[in-house]
């Protein structure tokens, strides 16, 4: 069964990266939910995609050069425009999670899907995530677009599974090639990279023993195409879409899936 993946969250509904884009997604029947870390100045992991607050907070942070008390200070649900053109979740308390805070949330059965956005957090996010629940029922993916962090990654935790994101246009052959020659366990493409009949793709990298997700996918007649090809997962800033599309979820997921 192909995973839907909220991406940061549902975060065509809540502030991305936040415990309420999170929440969001696992109510509208998300397999996982997909998430950024930055290594912050004193050492934590800072559930945020970009390098600086600039474009999600009331803040103009730079993540690594920063504590996380000081983007704790941080309202992460400013900057998300609500449908009236209203501001609704300025104020309300958002902050940006830590990955152990995440972790400490993630209901059972919940797969997760860690995207590591600066190569010194590599080895931190190793060593959070080992012992947590999420780990433990392998239901975890690690994934960069850096292929020096993933290798990182596995060679800290070779029974972690891990991924390598392709950058919109790079060639999907190349990177199957690099992933399984890297002992890697999936790549994920930008979804039109896969192709308008993915099937090929996708057997190739079955035939190699590896999985394969893909990014962003919002439309509900290709979440059906994709799923249909037997894709491992996709994400998606709307999950409640994508649960309309494919129906209703498995019991359990055996992973975070996708970029």
């Given amino acids: 069964m192909t ?3 909220a991406h940061r969250g549902a975060s065509a509904q809540a502030p991305e990266n936040t415990l309420e884009a999170f929440a969001q997604g696992v ?3 998300a397999d ?3 998430l950024d870390v930055h290594l912050t100045a004193d050492g934590e992991l800072a559930v945020v995609h970009d390098s600086t607050l600039d474009r999600t907070t009331d803040r103009t942070t730079t993540v690594a050069t920063a504590t996380m008390a000081d983007l704790k200070t941080a309202d ?7 449908s009236a053109g209203d501001y609704p979740y300025r104020g309300t ?11 400490d949330w993630l209901p059972s059965g919940v797969g997760l899907a860690v995207e590591i956005k600066a190569t010194p957090a590599a080895e931190p996010v190793v060593e959070t995530l080992a012992g947590s629940a999420v780990r433990a029922a392998g ?6 677009f850096q292929e020096s962090v993933i290798d990182r990654v596995r060679e800290l935790a070779p029974d972690l599974p891990t991924g390598l994101l392709l950058v919109p246009g790079d060639s999907f052959e190349r990177g199957m090639k690099w992933v399984v020659e890297h002992g890697h366990a999936a790549v994920f493409p930008f979804d039109t990279d896969l192709g308008e009949d993915p099937m090929a793709n996708i057997a190739l990298a079955t035939a190699l023993n ?10 509900p007649e290709r979440m ?6 037997g894709l491992w997962g996709f994400v998606t800033d709307v999950p409640d879409v994508a649960r309309a599309a494919l129906g209703p979820p498995a019991s359990s997921t055996d992973a975070g899936a996708a970029g």
């Fill in 3 to 5: 995973l839907v993946v």
């Fill in 27 to 29: 109510t509208a029947g």
């Fill in 32 to 34: 996982a939910i997909e």
């Fill in 76 to 82: 992460a649900g400013w900057a998300f425009p609500g």
């Fill in 93 to 103: 308390g958002l902050t940006v999670p830590t990955l152990r805070e995440v972790l």
């Fill in 139 to 144: 239901q975890v993916t690690v994934m960069s």
């Fill in 210 to 219: 590896a999985r394969v997700g893909c990014y962003v996918v919002n439309d």
């Fill in 224 to 229: 059906q195409h994709l799923a249909a090809a």
